[in-house]
């Protein structure tokens, strides 16, 4: 693994851990001014840093924790393996999903895309990252 390697993984879990915090400024600081959001399940994309922003906070949920558990990169992009638990608010019912996230970085190191794909989309996750 090179040193961008580690840099890019590295910037994956910042903002991973600001995103867990609640601290959403920190995280959508690594954000290109135009970063593009693909959600899963068909929801249209989020686009620019103010959306991408509102996007992470807390609506349905009262608290999301996620934890990354693996790491592939590809050039400028980073595919990591994650699993999130959630509350929800009001009822307290907790939930867990896997997903896998491709992140996209620019040449300073700024997020550019962030592509969300459930496990059984793990070829277009592949895909996404440039591995096929």
Do not use: C
């Amino acid at each position: 693994m090179s040193n961008t390697d580690d840099e890019l993984i590295e910037l994956v879990r910042r903002a991973t851990e600001a995103f867990n915090r609640g601290d959403f400024d920190s995280a959508a600081e690594m954000a290109h001014p135009e970063v593009t959001l693909r959600r899963t399940g068909g929801l249209t994309e989020v686009r620019g840093v103010d959306a991408f922003r509102a996007w992470m906070e807390p609506d349905a949920f009262e608290s999301q924790q996620t934890d990354l558990h693996g790491f592939e990169v590809e050039g400028n992009r980073v595919l990591a393996r994650q699993h999130t638990v959630s509350r929800g608010a009001g009822s307290g019912i907790e939930m867990g999903m896997d997903s896998l996230v491709v992140w996209t970085f620019d040449d300073d190191y700024r997020v550019t895309r962030v592509e969300l794909f459930l496990p059984h989309e793990e070829k277009e996750a592949r895909r996404a990252l440039g591995g096929g």
